[in-house]
């Protein structure tokens, strides 16, 4: 089995995050959360065959603006931006198949 890359420090602020072309998802958690460990398999094997997507698995913590700004109360949460647009958002997603849902909806929207 793949072992998920693991979430680190990230400098994006949310001015770039909304400015960033195309299809991305922001991963934010810890790797010491329990959740995170448990749905990380899950966001791997979902993102399987969706090249175009960027994957960003941001640490969130005290003091992290980035999921501030974004709202973030509960790890992990997946937000699936467009161009900069939020398309979808899963908090404590346990299966592949509501993570692939959602990357249906970012990929089908133009």
Known sequence: MHTPHPYRPSSLTRDQADARPGAVLLDFGTNWCGYCRGA???????????AGVTHLRIEDGPGRRLGRSFGVRLWPTLIFLRD???????????????????????????
């Not at 990380?40 to 969706?50: F, I, N, P, R, S």
């Not at 900069?84 to 592949?96: N, T």
């Open 40 to 50: 990380a398999q899950a966001v791997e094997d979902a993102l399987a065959g969706h």
């Open 84 to 110: 900069g647009v939020e398309i979808a958002r899963l908090v404590r997603p346990d299966d592949a198949g509501e993570i692939a849902q959602a990357l249906a909806m970012l990929e089908s929207t133009p």
